[in-house]
C-alpha cells in the first residue's frame, strides 16, 4: 500500500507516452515472481522447468517494454543468491545465462534506437566521463531523498546547485560507495533480507544513472523499480520490531500521507499548460518547461504571455535558441524578412532539442523571396534534424510536403525556360 501511494509513482501512470514504464514493470514483478517459485517450487521438475522459461518470457516482455528493465538480470541474480545460499557462485551464473543473452540483446537494440532517434549522446573525453561517474553516483541519492521526501515533484529538475558544489559530490559518492562495499562484503555470508534488499535497489538503479546520457537526467518515472525493493528495504524492518497494533497504525498514517501528497500531485497532470507551469514553479530554471510552455502558449495565440515566458528564458538561458525563433517567427508573420533572417540566423547559432524550426522558418523565409535553391538547402536540414527528433512526426510531413511543392515549382520554371 505504501508503495502504491506513494507520489513518485503519480508521473508514470499519469503520463500517458509513459506506459511502458508501467508494462517493464508489471513484467518484471511477474518474472521475479516466476523465477523464485521456480526455484522454490516442491512440483516436479517439470513444473520447475516451465516457471524457469516462464521467468525468461516475462524478462523479455520487460526488456522490450523499457530500458530501465535492463538491470533486472542483476536483480534475478540476487534472487537466486538469496533463495539459494548453499549454490556457488558459479551455479547461480549459469542458471541466469539465457536471461543475460536476452538482456544483452535487448541492450543493443536499445541503444541502437537511442542512436538513431539522437537521443543518446557519447563522453567527449575521459575527464568528462569521470565527471559523469561521480554524478551517475549521486543519483541514486537524489533518489533515495524524493522517496523519503517527495515533495516538489515535478517533470524537470534543477541539478546545476549540485554541480556547482564538485567537493561535496564527490565526498558523498566516495561514503555511498563505501557504504555499499561494506554491505556486499558483511552481508555475503548470510544474505540477509536487507543484504538482498540494499543490492536489488541499486541493482535496479544502474540503467538510470545517465552513463550514456538521455534527457533527462533524472526523472520521477525512471525509480518504478527500484522503488519495488526500497520501500520495503525501509519499513521492513521497522515494522517487524513494533507490536502489531503500533505498526499497523504507523502503515496507515504512511499511507494516508502518500496518497494525500499524491492526490494534491495528480492534478498537475490534468493539461500542458498546468504540467509545464508547475514544473517551473518548482524549478524556476526549468528551460525545457519554459521553452514547452512558450511555444504551447504562441501556438494558442496568446502571444504576449508567449513572449513573456521566452523573455524568462532567455534571461535564464541566453544560449536557448527559442526566444530568437519567436522574435524572427513574428518578424516573418509581419512581412519584415530582413529583421527575420537576422534573428532567425541568431537562433541557429544557438543551441536546444527542436532546431528543426529555425530551419524550416528559414526555407519559408527564402520562399517568399523566391530564392528557391536557398529554401530547398533550409528544408533538407530541417527535415534531417526533425527525423531524428522525437515529437516531430507532423513537421516531417510539412517538410516533405513543402520539398515535394518546390521541386514541382523547379521542374515548372525549368520547362518555361
Not at 523499457?66 to 533463495?83: C, E, F, H, N, R
Not at 509545464?276 to 495565440?301: C, K, Y
Request: proline share 4%.
Amino acid at each position: 500500500m505504501v508503495l502504491v501511494a506513494h507520489p513518485l509513482q503519480v508521473e508514470p501512470v499519469a503520463f500517458a507516452t509513459q506506459r511502458n514504464a508501467l508494462l517493464a514493470l508489471l513484467f518484471s514483478l511477474a518474472a521475479l515472481l516466476a523465477y523464485t517459485d521456480a526455484l522454490g517450487s516442491d512440483g516436479s521438475g517439470a513444473v520447475r522447468r516451465r516457471l524457469y522459461v516462464l521467468s525468461l518470457v516475462f524478462t523479455v516482455a520487460a526488456l522490450f517494454s523499457k530500458a530501465t528493465a535492463l538491470s533486472l538480470v542483476l536483480v534475478i541474480g540476487l534472487v537466486d543468491l538469496y533463495l539459494r545460499r548453499g549454490d556457488t557462485l558459479r551455479s547461480t551464473l549459469l542458471r541466469i545465462t539465457p536471461h543475460a543473452v536476452a538482456t544483452l540483446l535487448a541492450a543493443g537494440l536499445h541503444v541502437a534506437v537511442a542512436q538513431r532517434r539522437g537521443v543518446l549522446q557519447g563522453a567527449a573525453s575521459p575527464v568528462d566521463f569521470l565527471k559523469r561517474l561521480l554524478q551517475a553516483v549521486f543519483i541514486p541519492e537524489f533518489y533515495v531523498w524524493k522517496a523519503l521526501w517527495p515533495v516538489g515533484l515535478c517533470i524537470e529538475y534543477d541539478f546545476d546547485p549540485v554541480r556547482a558544489h564538485s567537493w561535496l559530490l564527490v565526498g558523498m559518492s566516495a561514503l555511498v560507495g563505501a557504504v555499499l562495499v561494506v554491505v556486499v562484503l558483511r552481508g555475503w555470508r548470510a544474505r540477509t533480507f536487507a543484504w538482498f534488499a540494499a543490492l536489488a535497489c541499486g541493482a535496479a538503479l544502474v540503467p538510470v544513472l545517465n552513463l550514456m546520457p538521455t534527457h533527462p537526467l533524472v526523472a520521477d518515472r525512471y525509480v518504478q523499480i527500484p522503488l519495488v525493493f526500497f520501500v520495503p528495504l525501509l519499513l521492513a524492518p521497522l515494522l517487524s520490531r513494533l507490536p502489531t497494533r503500533a505498526a499497523v497504525g504507523l502503515t496507515v498514517v504512511l499511507v494516508v500521507t502518500l496518497g494525500a501528497l499524491s492526490f494534491r500531485q495528480v492534478p498537475t497532470w490534468k493539461s500542458s499548460e498546468s504540467l509545464f507551469s508547475h514544473a517551473i514553479e518548482v524549478n524556476p530554471r526549468a528551460t525545457q518547461s519554459l521553452g514547452n510552455l512558450g511555444m504551447l502558449l504562441w501556438d494558442a495565440r496568446r502571444r504576449d504571455e508567449a513572449n513573456a515566458v521566452f523573455e524568462r528564458l532567455a534571461e535564464v538561458d541566453p544560449e536557448d535558441f527559442q526566444h530568437d525563433l519567436v522574435r524572427g517567427w513574428q518578424a516573418l508573420d509581419r512581412g519584415d524578412l530582413n529583421l527575420a533572417e537576422r534573428w532567425l540566423e541568431s537562433a541557429a547559432g544557438k543551441s536546444g532539442t527542436m532546431k528543426h524550426l529555425v530551419y524550416l522558418k528559414l526555407g519559408e523565409l527564402h520562399e517568399k523571396r523566391r530564392d528557391l535553391t536557398a529554401a530547398v538547402a533550409a528544408y533538407e536540414r530541417a527535415l534531417a534534424m526533425a527525423r531524428v527528433t522525437p515529437a516531430a512526426g507532423a513537421h516531417v510531413e510539412y517538410l516533405e510536403a513543402a520539398l515535394r511543392r518546390l521541386a514541382t515549382r523547379r521542374r515548372g520554371s525549368v520547362r518555361q525556360r
